[in-house]
């Protein structure tokens, strides 16, 4: 084949190129970087997390909170309402409408 | 120490013996990619990202296949991905290698001559058909025996010879009307 020397010829120049000698040492430290990253952004996800946590129950406590006190009131006027549940005045209307025709 | 051995020492938290695995392999897996790039800085710069993908899925190798396999596999699907991903980068670098390589005992037309002889070569091989060209590089780059070909891309040991010899007839119509006349 006429062109199998020239193909030959390149694919070994090729081959013949070395690596970085301290390619081994190189892929190694970032394979450290990328671990102490990854641990920096766990740490920093557990930090954010704890800080919502926190957020969200004091929000909780103070949402219960307040519902509890708009109870109590709320019960408190029905309670005292309760002692006027009964109109009076429905007794006296047809006595009021009676004075109003004749 | 064979590779299961040092397999298992990664896996225990060694990480001086994944440096020795990586020793072993480094050579194979820039060579392997060097085909497919051909360009020293891209070869370095995916061959350190086959490491780190190896190191970080190394609990997933089963050990049903040889380690090597395993590691050819991620070469060649890397690489692949990292051709698609720079295409239009690569193009611009078909110049690189024409300032790498020379040579002190060729005249500046010759080199010129030379370098543009590399470029078609270079075209033709990366034009061939994606599984041909798997083919190639590893029988020609790395020498591997068909058989192992074969367990790296998933096919029969036929399928392999029979995408060397479309390669090889590829390569021959592409370039016989231009080198060797």
Request: aromatic residues 8%; without cysteine; charged residues 30%.
């Amino acid at each position: 084949m006429q062109a199998e020397d020239p193909i030959d010829e390149l694919i070994k120049r090729e081959k013949a190129t070395e690596p970085n000698p301290f390619l081994a040492s190189r892929v190694m430290a970032e394979i450290e970087r990328r671990s102490e990253k990854k641990t920096r952004e766990i740490a920093l996800w557990q930090t954010v997390a704890l800080a919502g946590s926190i957020a969200a129950m004091a929000f909780l406590g103070i949402s219960i909170g307040n519902s509890y006190n708009e109870r109590t009131t709320s019960g408190m006027s029905l309670n005292i309402n309760d002692g006027e549940i009964e109109n009076l005045g429905y007794y006296n209307i047809t006595e009021y409408e009676q004075n109003d025709y004749h | 120490m064979s590779d299961e051995q040092l397999i298992g020492e990664i896996t225990a938290g060694n990480d001086a013996a994944f440096k020795t695995l990586m020793e072993k392999y480094q050579l194979p897996v820039f060579r392997t990619t060097m085909g497919f790039l051909h360009s020293k800085e891209d070869a370095e710069d995916v061959t350190q990202e086959i490491f780190i993908r190896i190191y970080q899925s190394l609990n997933t190798f089963q050990g049903e296949s040889e380690f090597s396999t395993w590691l050819y596999s991620i070469t060649v699907n890397m690489s692949l991905n990292f051709l698609r991903r720079n295409r239009r980068k690569s193009m611009l670098q078909s110049l690189e290698p024409f300032f790498a390589l020379r040579s002190e005992e060729k005249n500046p037309l010759e080199e010129l001559e030379s370098a543009e002889r590399d470029k078609r070569i270079r075209k033709a091989i990366d034009s061939l058909p994606e599984k041909q060209r798997m083919a190639f590089i590893l029988s020609r780059y790395e020498e591997l025996p068909q058989k192992q070909i074969a367990a790296i891309m998933n096919r029969t040991e036929g399928a392999v010879e029979q995408l060397l010899q479309r390669a090889k007839e590829n390569l021959q119509k592409k370039l016989n009307p231009t080198i060797g006349k």
